[in-house]
């Protein structure tokens, strides 16, 4: 498995874009050191391990996002470098090209799914971060909530729970509660009769009744509520914005830990400031997101300096918690934040208004 799972949708699409990239720098004549059986092999390893994950329609427009990702790529590095971040001036013939697929290779701290390596007289370094959604909506990126609490105001995200709880008191003693309760609960459930036919539905598409990411299922949450009578997301939801606003009380006033807390943010988001591509499918009709171009990843990065302010608003029988970020007269108010049942949060970005 990888060490950084993704959807399956984007898993496939971002070999795809690989292959696609290579084939089409080979077809021009520009030197490549990737081989392309290769980058195909690794293709097919990825749809035998999550294609399974997907229907057939989905499938379809992974692969075509996939091709989508790649043609860009190959357009912007032959015609337009500067929108990759590149020299404007960059004449391609003079390179060889290295295509790499790194997002199941590398740890959860690199956003890279794709590496370029071109060399020549120097040797320039892009690295990629690639989407492939539905729609204008996407992830940049998720992790436990403790450990972002931990990244983000205790310099560490291996937070032990007693330190965790000292550090920001009654939300967190509660929080972990909540957390202890749906685990025992997610425990209870794979134990008892009441899992069998997920799990025959599963071992069935899947060949096997282990299930990736156990605690995340439908069902488990389903049989929480059905049990407990309130939805554990929307609980912890809840809790983990009075940890936030407990943890931004213990800053006030120290500029280091205002500082650091920025620097932390931006790795909880992914390091925006890195190429980031998002092949939206809506309709059939893709269009490629680059956010070195688009309003929104702009308005984002301008804002994630020192001197940023965000808070967190509670969002009554939700998942979802509002998130506003300012820094001085500049907003940006596109971020949002996910609470799953087990705990995990995950940042979203909205681009739906921009070209």
Not at 61 to 70: I, S, T
Not at 111 to 133: H, M, N, Q, W
Not at 219 to 229: I, P, Q, R, S
Not at 258 to 278: C, Y
């Amino acid at each position: 498995m990888p060490v950084n799972q993704k959807g399956a949708n984007g898993i496939i699409a971002e070999y795809k874009s690989a292959s696609q990239l290579n084939l089409a720098l080979a077809n021009a004549g520009i030197r490549i050191t990737a081989q392309q059986s290769e980058l195909d092999d690794e293709l097919r390893d990825a749809m035998t391990r999550v294609g399974n994950e997907l229907t057939g329609e989905q499938l379809a427009r992974a692969l075509r996002q996939g091709v989508a990702l790649g043609d860009y790529l190959f357009e912007c590095i032959t015609q337009s470098p500067a929108q990759l971040g590149l020299a404007d001036d960059m004449t391609t013939s003079q390179y060889s090209v290295h295509v790499d697929p790194v997002g199941s290779k590398t740890n959860s701290g690199d956003p890279a799914d794709l590496r370029l390596t071109f060399t020549g007289a120097d040797t320039i370094e892009l690295p990629v971060s690639l989407k492939a959604y539905h729609g204008p909506q996407s992830s940049l990126g998720s992790k436990s909530g403790r450990a972002s609490l931990g990244r983000l105001f205790m310099k560490t995200e291996k937070v032990k729970e007693t330190d965790f709880v000292k550090f920001f008191g009654a939300p967190a003693s509660a929080y972990q509660q909540q957390i202890s309760l749906f685990n025992a609960t997610a425990d209870e459930f794979y134990a008892s009769d009441a899992s069998k036919q997920f799990l025959d539905e599963y071992q069935a598409r899947k060949g096997t009744r282990k299930p990736n990411n156990p605690r995340r299922r439908k069902e488990v949450g389903d049989y929480f509520t059905a049990k407990h009578g309130f939805v554990s997301e929307h609980k912890l939801a809840d809790l983990y914005v009075d940890c936030y606003d407990a943890g931004v009380s213990k800053i006030h006033g120290d500029a280091t830990a205002q500082r650091e807390f920025v620097t932390s943010l931006r790795f909880l988001l992914g390091n925006p400031e890195i190429l980031v591509l998002n092949a939206e499918d809506g309709d059939g009709n893709i269009k490629i997101v680059n956010s070195l171009t688009n309003d929104t990843y702009r308005s984002l990065n301008q804002v994630l300096r020192d001197g940023l302010s965000m808070q967190l608003t509670k969002r009554a029988s939700s998942s979802v918690i509002g998130v506003g970020v300012t820094n001085g007269s500049a907003s940006c108010d596109k971020l949002s934040l996910a609470m799953w049942k087990d705990g995990t949060i995950q940042f979203k970005l909205d681009t739906s208004s921009d070209s």
